[in-house]
């Protein structure tokens, strides 16, 4: 099965950008859908983009048009490059990974089968 290690989270004032890097171990990246979420304190897990096995990167509405998600299958690496960003993305963000997942369940976190520890992002002045 997979291990997933987030880093590259930290402190960022408003209108900053930071990139979050989800490691895999254990088997490829590229045998899985991938997906993105983040938590904030006392808030459900939320949605921040994802890719299906086979298929095209999904965004969350917050993350649409400021967040951009990649996948290097060399280095066993998903990355979500985050620009323009405000206090209200502050969250633990999470990276997880499913062998099977519908498109229609990617939004859900019980759906998928892995997580990493997550990986903390603080926008602040």
């Known amino acids: 099965q997979v291990q997933l290690i987030e880093s590259g989270g930290g402190l960022v004032p408003p209108g900053g950008s930071l990139r979050l890097s989800c490691k895999a171990s254990?088997?490829?990246?590229?045998?899985?859908?991938v997906g993105w979420f983040r938590q904030a304190p006392g808030s459900e897990r939320e949605f921040v983009a994802g890719?299906?096995?086979?298929?095209?990167?999904i965004y969350g509405n917050s993350a649409k048009g400021r967040f951009t998600m990649s996948r290097d299958n060399g280095e066993n690496t998903v990355y979500l490059q985050m620009d323009n960003l405000k206090p209200e993305d502050t969250a633990v963000y999470y990276c997880?990974?499913?062998?099977?997942?519908?498109?229609?369940?990617?939004?859900?976190?019980?759906?998928?089968?892995?997580w990493g520890q997550g990986t903390q992002v603080t926008v602040s002045s």
């Open positions: 254990g088997d490829s990246v590229y045998a899985y859908s």
């Open positions: 890719i299906k096995r086979p298929g095209s990167y």
């Open positions: 997880a990974a499913a062998r099977r997942i519908i498109t229609s369940s990617l939004r859900k976190p019980s759906q998928w089968d892995y």
